[in-house]
């Protein structure tokens, strides 16, 4: 009678763990079989038409990963074909997406609990299975990016970056659990902007003083306790749309509104070693994007073109008659892609030399027309609705 009681015991505590879990609130659909490469295109088309079009509300830009274009909307990160829009995969969860990204072959979905934005699922997006987990501590917003490589999930107090295993190479910012109670671990900051490469990172930040300062970071031998480099940014405030532009492995590109509008490039002892004069305040919707060997960045109603490797500045591509660059650029066939007013301007990358336009009717977008390519399709994320061209 006492092991059938302990045995009773037992299957009632098994059952309501299994019913309160996150595996029963999940729900996993794998592809059917692998989706096939994508064949890079040959050529820039003469025309495109909309051949699709979905919800992907948490996605900053459109992901082409594994063969596969990934949405995020609501609760569900999903895997499509990518010339018809076909749903090939699926994850979702009973909770709201904080964000998706990708790393790798994988597709990376953070949803929310107790602690913040800090659960992480990654999804191999050429079958649809599950790969790496983790759970950690982060703020109830955050904004995910990453280059292929890492992610960087950045919220107004804490920062982190994974590995494709999901594995923490870097914190920085507020601790759940200080090691020294009623101690900050950190001083009270706040995150303004941020960004990465694949092995460093650049935050600005507002701290007690009226200045910002610029952090530049870099992995250790301890994750929480990063290589770290302060730079003071003398004269400039929070609130003056001061933002990291773009980062890379040695150089970060910081938005200086004084004492005029300005990109500053500053290497990684924190010495600024080139300036580039912008000729005004960029939209608070400013946007960057990699495009192949180039780094470009929507200004709001021009595209600056800078080197991916040193972030040197290259080119501006600015309106032209009644078209004018509406986002950031991307690469097809060898060739700059940038979207305008009535569709896509094409341009020698090198050069900045214009090639020819290619019309697309699109009705009126709220932010930035932000494009991508997987094979021949060329794929726009406008505002939170992803549309596929070809």
């Not at 079958?127 to 280059?147: E, F, I, K, N, Q």
């Not at 609130?239 to 500053?266: C, E």
Request: glycine share 10%; charged share 20%.
């Amino acid at each position: 009678m006492a092991a059938a009681a302990i045995a009773g015991v037992i299957v009632l505590v098994a059952a309501v763990v299994w019913w309160t879990s996150d595996a029963r609130a999940t729900r996993s659909t794998p592809a059917a079989e692998p989706l096939p490469s994508l064949k890079p295109a040959v050529a820039v088309p003469d025309s495109l038409t909309q051949l699709w079009t979905a919800r992907s509300g948490e996605t900053t830009r459109p992901l082409v990963v594994g063969g596969a274009v990934v949405t995020g909307d609501g609760q569900a990160m999903q895997g499509r074909e990518p010339a018809t829009g076909d749903v090939v995969w699926s994850y979702a969860r009973d909770l709201d997406l904080c964000g998706v990204t990708w790393v790798y072959n994988y597709a990376v979905a953070v949803y929310p609990d107790a602690r913040g934005c800090g659960q992480v699922s990654t999804v191999d997006a050429k079958t649809g299975r599950r790969g790496p987990a983790r759970t950690s501590y982060a703020d109830r917003h955050v904004t995910l990016s990453g280059d292929g490589s890492t992610v960087l999930s950045q919220g107004e107090t804490r920062l982190e970056m994974w590995r494709s295993d999901m594995v923490r190479m870097l914190s920085y910012g507020a601790l759940d659990a200080p090691i020294k109670p009623g101690v900050p671990a950190t001083p009270l900051c706040r995150f303004v902007s941020a960004g990465a490469s694949s092995d460093s990172v650049s935050v600005l930040e507002a701290c007690e003083s009226q200045d910002l300062r610029l952090t530049l970071l870099r992995p250790s031998d301890e994750e929480d306790s990063p290589e770290a480099k302060y730079v003071q940014q003398t004269g400039v405030a929070d609130g003056t749309g001061a933002r990291v532009v773009a980062v890379s492995d040695t150089y970060t590109a910081l938005y200086v509104p004084t004492p005029k509008p300005r990109l500053d490039l500053i290497d990684d002892t924190g010495a600024t070693v080139d300036t580039t004069i912008v000729d005004g305040p960029p939209s608070p919707e400013a946007t960057m994007s990699k495009a192949g060997d180039l780094v470009t960045w929507w200004t709001g109603d021009a595209l600056m073109v800078f080197s991916g490797n040193d972030l040197r500045y290259k080119y501006t591509v600015a309106a032209t008659g009644p078209d004018a660059p509406v986002g950031p650029a991307t690469i097809m066939a060898g060739k700059l892609l940038v979207p305008v007013t009535t569709g896509y301007d094409v341009f020698d990358p090198e050069t900045g030399t214009g090639e020819k336009h290619i019309p697309v009717q699109r009705p009126p977008v709220d932010g930035p027309v932000v494009p991508a390519v997987a094979g021949t399709t060329v794929l726009e994320l406008r505002g939170d609705d992803l549309v596929a061209l070809g």
